[in-house]
């Protein structure tokens, strides 16, 4: 029996739109995405919060709200 995923892969697919359309530069955004993603992946390695969202799709969630919500950037 499949289980479904706990996120929306068109809310995915949107917020990464969104995110190479604010980027200046698609490449960039993508490798910084890719290596916020490797990070978090072994930063959360022994964590258990969510082993069924991947690395990637947590990094452009991440992403996507600190463009959206500048607010919750601590800089």
Not at 40 to 46: A, Q, W
């Amino acid at each position: 029996m499949l289980k479904r995923s706990s996120f929306d892969s068109t809310q995915i697919m949107r917020r990464a739109e969104d995110l190479v359309n604010a980027a200046s530069n698609r490449y960039r955004i993508t490798v910084q995405v890719a290596n916020r993603a490797q990070r978090r992946r072994y930063e959360d390695f022994d964590s258990l919060d969510d082993p069924k969202m991947k690395p990637v799709l947590r990094a452009i969630i991440e992403m996507s709200d600190e463009l959206t919500q500048p607010e919750i950037i601590g800089e």
